[in-house]
């Protein structure tokens, strides 16, 4: 499982809250063995790979032990940056899961389903929309072959919450059929 950020603040600069949202993620990434993947960041200062930004952010966050879990995952070619996906979210990550409050009811699955798909072997993306009216319905939801509204009652939570509750929900129904 891989939790994908999604850019959904500004397009071109590098604000303080992407720099937040990759420091809380890290930690969760670990947390559920998940990997962690930005799209359309708009990463400056001459920063270009995973490990210059791991490094980065490791030294302006006491997040994450100080950004720790974000330079394990980069050590580990664990965190990967991308561009804002045109045509889909690169194949190697997944089948795209757009987190939302208001699913399509076409592509809703619960964390049961989700948790089934990859005890099946099926990897996933969770994509996240950073922002404050996180995805938009026109560029990433029709990405996405599955929606999943993890409180199944159409709560609206803050991102970091649906971060770190996501993957945590998945991987407890993952866990309880074994």
Not at 4 to 15: C, E, I, M, Q
Not at 75 to 91: L, N
Not at 147 to 162: K, P
């Amino acid at each position: 499982m891989t939790i994908g950020l999604y850019n959904s603040y500004d397009p071109v600069r590098f604000a303080e809250a992407h720099r937040r949202a990759i420091a809380r993620a890290a930690p969760v990434a670990l947390a559920f063995d998940c990997n962690l993947a930005t799209f359309g960041f708009p990463y400056q200062n001459g920063l270009r790979t995973p490990r210059e930004i791991a490094v980065w952010v490791s030294g302006t966050t006491s997040i994450g032990e100080e950004g720790k879990y974000l330079r394990e995952l980069a050590d580990a070619g664990r965190f990967a940056t991308f561009d804002f996906p045109r045509r889909g979210f690169p194949p190697q990550l997944g089948e795209p899961v757009i987190t939302t409050n208001r699913p399509d009811a076409k592509k809703a699955a619960t964390a049961k389903r989700l948790a089934d798909l990859l005890r099946g072997g099926t990897s996933l993306l969770l994509v996240f929309g950073l922002g404050p009216r996180g995805l938009d319905d026109r560029d990433a939801y029709p990405l996405g072959r599955y929606h999943f509204d993890l409180t199944n009652r159409g709560i609206v939570l803050e991102t970091a919450t649906a971060i770190g509750a996501a993957p945590a929900l998945i991987v407890a129904h993952l866990e309880s059929e074994r």
